[in-house]
């Protein structure tokens, strides 16, 4: 008889969940996608009705595929978005759609409302986040002043890995620091939330959740009738996971200093394990605790990554999607084998993928995406080129951040969707100039939640014992000297590109 896991990931996109065996081997899996919408320009909001039936269905549906009795997991936990606001009332129903982290409507006005009360750099001191439009306080600052109404009724001010716990079963709200850290209202350093900052928007600290330090700790059981629609067993412990980077992190065995684990999916991010809460001097950088482990990560984030990718396959490539459908192939891999017929620097377009702002090593919410370059000679396959090689030059530009603030990297893992595609692993060590490591399990995000459940049941002592025992690295890409002039060349033009845009248009 085995033993075995469950990670569950509340995503943007679309929802996974994965049963894994104590070694970290994926056992069945399943996904399905759920919508966004876009009210007005520059919103983002999302509706429960579609995403808790989808996890529900998504992890009966995995467990069916693992073919394991569910009376051996032994435990679930959650990887959950980031900086979503859930406003619940006294029965803990939503009062209106999720905000969700790419939405833009914390902007100019409301930062600089928050910057009235706490000058920018005190704010940094305090939270380790730096002010911008993707951490929740800013659309905070916006639904007290446009929803009253809404706002005066709240009697919960929810993240995601709260409302989904109490989705399961938990017998009250709680919330890890890493999902708490994303509001942009915790004291980083004492690992509390900011009864300033809360004082400063009128929150009092029981409408928070409580804050969870201690690993996968246990908090609820599930229910009969969640059990049913999820194909769990009655009685299966719930376990606080964390933000889904982080998971992303703890599964990919982020828990030394100056490990990198650089996250390429809906969201991008380059993680660094560090064993100090280093600040940037120049404040682009987020520091919070390295959930369970006891260290930091130090951290910028896109706010678009692969979603910009998706967003150029939706948007230009219907031809691909159909040929694909009748191949029975991924579109994305028709699109790649265009891409690999270009050289590096996209025959000279420039692609900036600033689709919903830009938040990592540059802040600005103005920002917008950009094809530049173009001539009557361009072809699609160097639009599509461009598009790839923009979103790794924004993740060159948060590690040359991080580098330029101090912060030492020993090796950098890579996750998401982007390490399925060998020609993309190669490109971000050829950009890079550093090798890219891979791991056995594609699925971090939810093997970091389903390793935080193992340990608040015991199956492991703690993290660094989960990593090792569950985290396996299978390859390595090395970087290609020849290629570096090409990237470089198209790196600097990247930068010149958004430089001369900030200047005159952003």
């Not at 989705?167 to 850290?181: E, I, V």
């Not at 994303?182 to 929150?203: A, F, P, Q, T, V």
């Not at 950009?370 to 924004?394: C, H």
């Amino acid at each position: 008889m085995g033993k075995y896991l469950v990670g569950m990931d509340a995503g943007t996109t679309g929802c996974k969940v994965c049963v894994f065996d104590l070694e970290g081997n994926l056992i069945g899996s399943d996904y399905r996608e759920y919508p966004c919408y876009y009210p007005h320009e520059g919103w983002v909001e999302q509706i429960p009705e579609d995403m808790t039936p989808a996890l529900f269905k998504t992890c009966k549906e995995a467990i069916r595929k693992a073919q394991v009795d569910p009376k051996d997991i032994i435990a679930v936990g959650l990887s959950s978005q980031g900086s979503v606001i859930g406003l619940l009332d006294e029965e803990g129903e939503l009062i209106r759609p999720f905000v969700g982290w790419q939405d833009l409507r914390g902007s100019e006005g409301e930062i600089k409302w928050i910057t009235d009360q706490i000058p920018r750099e005190e704010y940094y001191q305090l939270t380790g986040d730096p002010l911008g439009m993707c951490f929740s306080i800013a659309k905070l600052v916006w639904l007290k002043h446009h929803e009253p109404e809404n706002w005066n009724k709240t009697a919960m001010f929810s993240t995601h890995q709260d409302y989904f716990l109490k989705q399961l079963g938990a017998d009250g709200y709680y919330t890890d620091f890493s999902s708490a850290s994303r509001e942009g209202m915790m004291d980083i350093n004492n690992k509390c939330w900011s009864k300033r900052i809360h004082d400063m928007l009128g929150i009092p600290l029981e409408k928070r959740a409580e804050l969870v330090d201690e690993p996968g700790k246990v908090v609820g059981h599930i229910p009969k009738d969640v059990a049913e629609l999820t194909g769990l067993a009655e009685g299966t412990p719930i376990c606080v996971g964390a933000h889904d980077q982080n998971c992303n992190t703890f599964g990919s065995g982020g828990v030394d200093d100056g490990t990198a684990v650089v996250v390429m999916g809906t969201f991008g991010s380059c993680f660094i394990v560090s064993d100090e809460p280093i600040r940037d001097p120049k404040g682009r950088l987020v520091v919070k605790g390295n959930h369970g482990v006891g260290n930091y990560t130090i951290e910028a984030f896109s706010n678009t990554s692969a979603s910009s990718y998706r967003w150029y396959r939706d948007t230009f490539c219907d031809i691909e999607k159909f040929s694909a459908e009748l191949v029975k192939t991924d579109p994305y891999e028709l699109i790649n084998a265009q891409i690999a017929d270009v050289p590096p620097g996209a025959n000279g377009i420039t692609f900036l993928p600033y689709l919903q702002g830009a938040s990592g090593s540059k802040i600005n919410d103005k920002a917008r995406g950009v094809f530049i370059g173009m001539s009557l000679g361009t072809k699609k396959a160097d639009m599509a080129r461009a598009v790839m090689e923009g979103i790794s030059f924004e993740v060159y530009d948060i590690i040359n951040a991080e580098l330029e603030a101090g912060i030492k990297i020993n090796s950098i893992r890579l996750t998401g969707g982007a390490a399925k595609s060998p020609m993309w692993c190669q490109m971000l060590a050829d950009i890079f100039k550093l090798p890219i490591q891979l791991l056995s399990a594609g699925e971090t995000g939810c093997l970091g939640a389903a390793l935080y459940a193992g340990i608040g049941v015991g199956a492991y002592e703690n993290c660094r014992d989960a990593a090792e025992k569950a985290v396996q690295l299978t390859e390595v890409f090395e970087p290609n000297p020849e290629k570096f002039a090409a990237y470089d060349k198209a790196y600097q033009r990247f930068i010149n590109v958004y430089n001369a845009l900030d200047n005159r248009i952003f």
